[in-house]
């Protein structure tokens, strides 16, 4: 199974400020996903990257605030914009198959 | 009704106890059913996936799937103290590749 490096694992940044979360993975992979984890919580989906096209936002998410990047079939970025507290959560991207999909071990991110 | 429910827990049980950790679902398009384990300040872990109804083992776990109950159930047998983590059953849909996840179960094994 697809390896996961994400990166920073953890950040505490200033309201109205915008943070860029990489993530590599060791294998060409098709379909990449981005989750948000509030603590204690299940996995919400924001965003499935696909390398060549616009990430697909699910309902609740949009373009401006999370703006996503896939360059290639190993990396992917996603960019939490204008943060405020509320945006203060665990963000975990995800790839791999039907056959099983990898996390990587997630940014904690705190806004102050 | 969510897609996916889950028993929330928390669930606390002796060392060496079964455990059963449940889930049920409301789209029959689900077709892959995983579960996953995760430690805290960790990402989920793939513990185990079936796309049949019947049961799955892999060593101390089973993964059981009844697709006309649409019922999903993990079972960890002689249960010890490094088990303790959230579960989380997530279901695929085949058709868009995406996960839904249960609201996860957190287990704590008392030694």
């Known amino acids: 199974s697809a390896v996961i490096s994400q990166k920073p694992s953890r950040d505490i940044c200033q309201r109205g400020t915008s943070l860029t979360i990489q993530c590599q993975v060791d294998?060409?992979?098709?379909?990449m996903f981005w989750y948000r984890q509030q603590p204690g919580q299940s996995l919400t989906l924001i965003a499935t990257?696909?390398?060549?096209?616009?990430?697909?936002?699910e309902s609740g998410f949009v373009i401006d605030k999370f703006p996503i990047s896939r360059p290639n079939l190993t990396f992917s970025t996603l960019t939490v914009s204008n943060m405020s507290p509320e945006d203060s959560s665990i963000y975990l991207c995800?790839?791999?198959?039907?056959?099983?999909?990898?996390f990587g071990s997630g940014t904690r991110l705190t806004v102050v | 009704q969510k897609e996916v429910e889950q028993d929330p827990g928390p669930l606390s049980v002796p060392e060496g106890a079964i455990v059963s950790l449940n889930c049920t679902y409301s789209?029959?398009?689900?077709?892959?059913f995983m579960w996953y384990r995760q430690y805290s300040r960790k990402g989920p872990e793939l513990l185990m996936y079936?796309?049949?109804?019947g049961n799955k083992e892999d060593g101390r776990f089973t993964a059981q799937v009844d697709k006309s109950s649409k019922y999903i159930s993990l079972f960890i047998r002689d249960s010890q103290p490094s088990d303790s983590a959230t579960y989380l059953c997530?279901?695929?849909?085949?058709?868009?590749?995406?996960?839904?996840f249960g609201t996860g179960t957190r287990l704590t094994i008392i030694p």
């Open positions: 995800s790839a791999g198959t039907v056959y099983g999909y990898t």
């Open positions: 294998s060409q992979v098709t379909m």
């Open positions: 990257a696909n390398q060549g096209s616009e990430a697909t936002y």
């Open positions: 789209n029959s398009a689900f077709q892959y």
């Open positions: 079936t796309y049949s109804s």
């Open positions: 997530a279901i695929l849909d085949f058709g868009n590749e995406k996960l839904t």
